[in-house]
């Protein structure tokens, strides 16, 4: 992320602060969506005049391809195997609405395994 106001989540900063914390950071870059399905969204976005920070959801074609080219591909149970079962996991993000950010979609994937709880925390 970029900007002043936003800086509370710039990755260095946030993995410095999480460490200070005893918190541990991974990032998984097979969950980040790729450039070109990015680009998909940008362009959903424009075509209905609204700027990332007013989006309230996804585009179809963003999800459809994030989740064939991302999630589909994705081994849920090696990643799961890297946490203890009592262990948190959390995906932070800085979109006021879930729907409008990748990572719900992860979140539902997520829920399919058993003893998975998903809770979206919002803010203001």
């Known amino acids: 992320m970029r900007g002043s106001k ?3 989540v ?3 900063y946030l993995q410095n602060k999480l460490k200070g914390l005893g918190i541990n ?3 998984v870059k097979d969950l980040s969506p790729t450039n070109d399905i990015r680009e ?7 075509k209905l005049g609204k700027k990332k920070q007013s989006r309230i959801q996804l585009d179809e074609i963003f999800i459809r391809r994030y ?3 991302c999630l589909d591909k994705f081994n849920f149970e090696n990643f799961l195997g890297k946490f203890s079962k009592d262990s948190r996991i959390v995906f ?3 979109e006021e609405h879930p729907e409008a950010c990748h990572r719900s979609l992860i979140a539902k994937k997520l829920e399919l395994f058993p003893g998975i709880e998903v809770i979206h925390i919002i803010g203001k």
């Open 92 to 94: 932070f993000c800085v």
């Open 6 to 8: 936003y800086a509370f």
């Open 10 to 12: 710039n990755s260095t």
């Open 40 to 46: 998909n969204q940008k362009s959903a976005d424009k």
């Open 25 to 27: 950071y991974l990032y």
């Open 67 to 69: 989740n064939t080219e």
